[in-house]
């Protein structure tokens, strides 16, 4: 089955600077991979996603690349902004089944 | 239009108790995934139904069971409850066929207590 490693666990930004999280997946039939954010208290969700046959996606202060040889892909936000603090997760997506990372607690330190 | 729906939100049980948990999907909504959510574990694959059937299924035992009813409403079961089995346990909903986008929409989840 798939598995999919996301690192780091935390990460602490100052306003302003960049973040980045990275995942790793094990399943090369996977095709799809989000990411959902997850608020403190709150339901997750989707804030970006990439499918196979492309590999760089940008909305506005976040994008997400993808490298399909290595089987990595990573979640940038630039200019982090205070409500920027959450749980972040990726996932990816054969034909089965969507599995998730651990995720990433992201604070953002004024 | 409404979004995805759990009951209960929060419930306690002893060791031992069965409990079950009702989702029910945006409306149009045929797919319906849940998900166990620990800290440390992210968000764990359970179970996918769609039109009544399910079509994927998780690594979890078998004291976890699922079904859905012709109205795309889901419900999960945990029997002989465990200390463990304490979680969020979130229900997603997404769209099929022509409509489909891959994207999931979550409800808030139910919080099971096991004491």
């Known amino acids: 089955g798939e598995n999919v490693e996301q690192h780091p666990s935390t990460l602490s930004v100052q306003e302003g600077d960049s973040a980045v999280i990275k995942c790793t997946y094990s399943d090369s039939a996977s095709n799809y991979f989000p990411w959902y954010k997850q608020e403190l208290g709150k339901r997750p969700q989707l804030i970006i996603d990439?499918?196979?046959?492309?590999g760089e996606k940008k909305d506005q202060r976040i994008a997400v690349t993808l490298n399909k040889t290595a089987k990595h892909f990573s979640l940038h936000i630039t200019e982090t902004q205070p409500e920027d603090s959450a749980v972040y997760f990726c996932?990816?997506?054969?034909?089965?089944?969507?599995?998730f990372g651990a995720g990433t607690t992201v604070t953002v330190r004024a | 239009k409404a979004g995805v729906t759990q009951t209960p939100r929060y419930l306690i049980k002893t060791r031992g108790q069965q409990v079950t948990l009702s989702c029910s999907p945006i409306?149009?909504?045929?797919?319906v995934s849940w998900y166990q959510q620990t800290p440390g574990q992210g968000l764990q694959f359970l179970f996918e139904y769609f039109s009544e059937t399910q079509r994927n299924k998780g690594n979890f035992p078998g004291r976890f069971s699922g079904r859905q009813f012709s109205n795309s409403r889901s419900e999960m079961n945990v029997s002989t409850l465990e200390l463990g089995d304490s979680a969020l346990y979130l229900c997603?909903?997404?769209?099929?066929?022509?409509?489909?986008?891959?994207?999931?929409?979550f409800g808030e989840g139910s919080r099971l207590t096991v004491l």
């Open positions: 996932a990816a997506k054969n034909d089965y089944k969507l599995s």
């Open positions: 990439i499918r196979s046959n492309v």
């Open positions: 997603a909903s997404s769209a099929t066929g022509e409509r489909r986008t891959g994207e999931l929409f």
């Open positions: 409306s149009g909504h045929r797919s």
